[in-house]
């Protein structure tokens, strides 16, 4: 798509109304969160997918099903757990008795948004069944490669405190998600709302259907090619190398993590109604992007410190580009 236009300024307006309208819709079912809710967003249009981690309660699953009623596609829902298989996620090859075939039976990953929840508690054989399909968008079973629907995105969600029989994420895994977010809980205002008979919080079915997947995947075209300066790609560049040179650290970001935060820089400027990126978009969208790709030496984390704490720390250490220059 090197090729293809940078999108204009009557395209960068479109989008910011099409994410406001989208984060209304999304709002009407988790309340108190539009922060949370916007970076989901942003994540979609960078074709990327999202780790929900927190305890239970605070509405993973909820944000999860209202972004893809909201986007209009197909939502399909997997419940993870031990005994799941990897073909229950991907699908399988029957025989048919009818007339003899083999067939392939398309699994819950054939759908624009596919809800992976409690990702943590299935054996790591299933959780690497997904590795393929969030990276390259087709499943390949018996040595036949099937596409899956376009756009396609896994929300996936997990609960980090109760970790029996649970499987923890590989890196791997991991560096597949674009983002990694943490609900918590809401302030006084919204819970009180939420606690309010006749709220519509957590009332999926009322959310409004927004756009389409043909909309949707021409909008993710429209903005790969949304300028990035090259202070801001060597801001990033140096970002990254600020973190993996942190002696905390045992694993930094790799490329394809810098590169997953640029793609999520563009979708984030254009949201906010410019076509070029501003170092402030590096600021936001660092520790959501780049702390669950960054792995601590042992020391490091039985001393308490944290991925987050270490990219809050690049980035108070990497000087910003100029605005002039930028």
Do not use: W
Not at 142 to 148: A, I
């Amino acid at each position: 798509m090197a090729d293809s236009p940078t999108p204009t300024e009557a395209d960068v307006a479109a989008f910011r109304q099409l994410h406001q309208r989208l984060g209304d819709a999304v709002e009407a079912a988790l309340h108190g969160k539009r922060a949370t809710i916007d970076l989901v967003l942003v994540s979609v249009f960078a074709e990327g997918h999202v780790l929900l981690e927190d305890v239970p309660g605070t509405g993973k699953t909820t944000l999860a099903r209202a972004v893809g009623q909201a986007l209009g596609g197909q939502v399909r829902r997997v419940q993870f757990t031990p005994d799941l298989l990897p073909s229950d996620v991907t699908g399988t090859t029957v025989f048919d008795p009818r007339d003899g075939e083999i067939r392939f039976r398309p699994g819950p990953v054939f759908g624009h948004v596919l809800l992976a929840d409690e990702i943590n508690r299935a054996a790591a054989k299933t959780q690497s069944s997904l590795l393929e399909v969030m990276q390259e968008r087709t499943v390949t079973v018996d040595g036949e490669t099937h596409p899956v629907p376009d756009p396609f995105v896994v929300i996936a969600t997990q609960n980090p405190v109760d970790l029996d029989g649970t499987y923890r994420l590989p890196e791997a895994q991991l560096d597949r998600f674009l983002v990694r977010v943490t609900l918590g809980f809401p302030d006084a205002e919204h819970e009180i709302e939420v606690l309010r008979p006749g709220s519509t919080a957590g009332h999926v079915g009322e959310v409004a259907r927004v756009t389409s997947p043909d909309e949707v995947a021409m909008t993710i075209r429209q903005l790969e090619t949304l300028h990035v300066a090259d202070l801001l790609l060597r801001y990033v560049r140096d970002l990254g190398v600020a973190v993996r040179e942190d002696p905390r650290v045992r694993l930094g970001a790799s490329t394809r993590g810098l590169k997953a935060l640029v793609r999520c820089l563009q979708v984030y400027a254009a949201a906010q109604g410019r076509n070029y990126v501003v170092p402030s978009d590096v600021q936001r969208l660092a520790v959501p992007v780049l702390a669950h790709r960054t792995v601590l030496t042992r020391d490091a984390a039985l001393a308490g410190h944290t991925p987050s704490a270490v990219v809050q720390d690049a980035l108070e250490a990497v000087p910003p580009p100029q605005p002039d220059r930028a």
